[in-house]
């Protein structure tokens, strides 16, 4: 459990690097630290906060087939940078460019690193 925790959180801290890499207005001011607490509260927010949001969004995301799903992801990186001093985004346009990159980025090391393979084994067994 531990392992998961250290793995998501490193993904969150990769993916928000990658994301302030590509887009110019998500800002963690060059300070590892700064990203470092925004990758552990991006965590916490998406471990804590998403799942009450989503089951409110829940009747929306069922007219809009889904796509109010994303909105719940952008306002959680939102939220993110209202909580990290120092890390920041300036337009919404980078919030929504930058959630697309968040997501791919997360996807991609969660595959690697088998993040969603211990959610199925936990309930399996």
Known sequence: MVRRILIVWACNIAALFVASVFISGISYQHDFWVLVLAGLVF???????????????LPLAVITLGIAFFFVNLLMLYLTS?????FSIDHFSDAIWGTIIIWAVNTVLYSVFGVNDWREARTAG
């Not at 965590?43 to 969004?57: E, Q, R, T």
């Not at 209202?82 to 120092?86: E, N, R, Y």
């Open 43 to 57: 965590g916490l927010v998406n471990s804590l906060v998403k799942p009450i949001v989503k089951l409110l969004a």
């Open 82 to 86: 209202w909580i990290v001093p120092g």
